[in-house]
């Protein structure tokens, strides 16, 4: 049973208790990251979630590593374009020692001016390590130039140059507005005794200053585009990229089945034409990038560049088909009981409530039960399907990037500009 409280401050916690394991998973998500930067200072966020594990008023940042390792549990954070998380994974004896850490964390680093200056090193080197990545880059220029002069396309890391400008006080001033009450959210799922967790969060993360939620950054234009890039790597790295629909909407459901028959899965259309039938690529796939304002539908694939009109004609062969003749009755059916059993399997784990919750209350401010999400699931149909792809998967307002052996590929990509 899912429960919500607040500390002192204002901070929502969300529990959810789950007896019968010997697990507990906690987290803290505060709602900024890329897309509420700016032009100067992209990465700010993800260079602050580095700079929390280096250090407090009371441990170094290897005793903060030693400190969970001791308690053989996790302790992990991650960036994104709408939100930061910090958390911990242990066993519930141990919840409470990866809550205090995480506290100290929040409420005592340094901010150490050294440590800034080599952390900066090593994002920098963790932008090389994904520039070095066709996969990566493919990925992530696409956004960025699809959605051109707007925050969202912003990159999660920031670049070079702005990594390296970035100050102390930059950092101080983006934590004064952003780490702030309001604008957290704390969710704990597994094995504890929520009254006894509820005093220790009122104690570690009490002294968070007040402060509002933030707004939601504006929806971006969507802006088809073409980007090139030569890379000496064997494949050719290619992405397709649609207009598709925000995170919170109805939609959603439909586009989850879409995405599963056409190209979600390897019993998927596109895998087992262009991949089993038609050998033309190892790696094929489709996945959705949802936010809160907006969203890209997206198809990746990697290949001999030869083999690059074959691949993009057939893609576009097995989208016409669907928008056609839709999908067929076994098709949906199979996919539905997929996405069931994907949703219950990971509805077990303690750490995938924790952070389904986090994301859920952080945004939207309620939970969608899991039956309800399967019931919306179950009665999606065949011509709510095929009217989704009618809609988005347009050709002449998709977008493409291709990242790699650029020789000799020749082909008119037909994009509007």
């Known amino acids: 049973m899912v429960n919500c409280k607040k500390l002192s401050n204002g901070i929502t916690v969300v529990f959810e208790k789950m007896p019968y394991l010997r697990s507990a998973a906690f987290g803290l998500w505060v709602k900024v990251g890329s897309s509420n930067e700016n032009d100067d200072n992209n990465g700010i966020s993800h260079i602050i979630e580095h700079m929390l594990f280096k250090g407090t008023k009371t441990r170094t940042a290897k005793q903060i590593a030693d400190d969970m390792a001791k308690i053989g549990g996790d302790i992990n954070a991650y960036t994104s374009k709408e939100c930061t998380s910090f958390y911990a994974v242990t066993l519930d004896e141990h919840l409470e020692i990866a809550i205090e850490i995480i506290g100290d964390m929040i409420n005592n680093s340094l901010l150490d001016e ?8 090593v994002i920098i080197e963790e932008i090389d390590m994904y520039d070095d990545s066709p996969e990566d880059l493919v990925h992530e220029m696409l956004q960025m130039k699809v959605w051109k002069h707007h925050s969202l396309g912003y990159q999660i890391s920031g670049s070079k140059k702005t990594v390296r400008s ?37 104690v570690h993360f009490s002294a968070v200053k007040k402060g509002p939620r933030q707004p939601d950054c504006t929806a971006p234009i969507y802006r088809p585009t073409i980007y090139t890039k030569e890379k000496d790597v064997e494949q050719l790295h290619l992405n397709i990229a649609f207009e598709s629909v925000p995170a919170d909407t109805e939609e959603k459901y439909a586009l989850t089945i879409l995405n599963s028959v056409f190209g979600g899965s390897i019993n998927s259309r596109l895998f087992q034409v262009i991949r089993e039938n038609l050998g033309l690529t190892y790696t094929i796939y489709s996945y959705g990038s949802a936010y809160k304002k907006a969203g890209l539908y997206q198809i990746y ?18 989208i016409e088909d ?16 997929q996405i069931k059993t994907e949703l219950i399997l990971g509805n077990e784990s303690a750490k995938n409530r924790m952070n389904s919750n986090g994301k859920s ?44 052996n650029l020789n000799n590929v020749n082909i008119d990509l037909n994009v509007k500009s």
């Open 361 to 404: 209350i952080l945004f939207k401010d309620y939970i969608t039960p899991l039956e309800e999400t399967i019931l919306k699931i179950n009665a999606v149909n065949k011509d709510e399907i095929t009217d989704f792809a009618k809609r988005y998967l347009v050709k002449e307002n998709c977008s493409f990037s291709l990242v790699g």
């Open 301 to 318: 694939g990697a290949m001999n560049p030869i083999q690059l009109e074959a691949v993009i004609q057939n893609t576009f062969e097995i």
């Open 114 to 121: 050294k440590a800034l200056e080599k952390e900066k090193g």
């Open 322 to 337: 669907i928008k056609t003749n839709g999908l067929t009755d076994d098709e949906i059916i199979m996919t539905k009981e």
């Open 166 to 202: 970035v100050t102390r006080q930059q950092i101080i001033d983006f934590m004064e507005q952003y780490y702030v009450s309001e604008n957290m959210v704390i969710s704990v799922a597994g094995n504890f005794e929520e009254n006894q967790i509820m005093d220790l969060l009122e």
